[in-house]
Nanobody
Framework: VQLQASGGGLVQAGGSLRLSCATS????????MGWFRQAPGKEREFVAT????????DYADAVKGRFTISRDNTKNTVYLQMNRLKPEDTAVYYC????????????????WGQGTLVTVSS
């Protein structure tokens, strides 16, 4: 499985961005997907995850109510809609795939994309 994240950029605080993660392979619908982020000098942290069907989602407390994860299994793509962005959301955002159930733990994921940089200016 190959993952390609896109959609990052520079945005002012309060603005919005939508990240996309396109995947290869015919078994996308069998994978739970997650978004993680890593700010300079910090460890990679969980942002959001979605089950293979899209029926279950989970979010980090820091983004709950502002970010929405979704997926389109017909397009082999997962999305992260980010609203009301804050400077502390600045990070490289990574998408990841995990066979079977969703998880908030980076080490549980099998495949990772290359990351896309999100910069939020104050």
């Amino acid at each position: 499985v190959q993952l390609q994240a896109s959609g990052g950029g520079l945005v002012q605080a309060g603005g919005s961005l939508r990240l996309s993660c396109a995947t290869s392979g015919r078994t996308f619908s069998s994978y739970a997907m997650g978004w993680f982020r890593q700010a300079p000098g910090k460890e990679r942290e969980f942002v959001a995850t979605i089950s293979w069907s899209g029926g279950v989602t989970d979010y980090a407390d820091a983004v709950k109510g502002r970010f929405t994860i979704s997926r389109d299994n017909t397009k082999n793509t997962v999305y992260l809609q980010m609203n009301r962005l804050k400077p502390e959301d600045t990070a490289v955002y990574y998408c990841a795939a995990r066979w079977a159930s969703y998880s908030t733990i980076p080490g549980n994921y099998d495949y990772w994309g290359q990351g896309t940089l999100v910069t939020v200016s104050s």
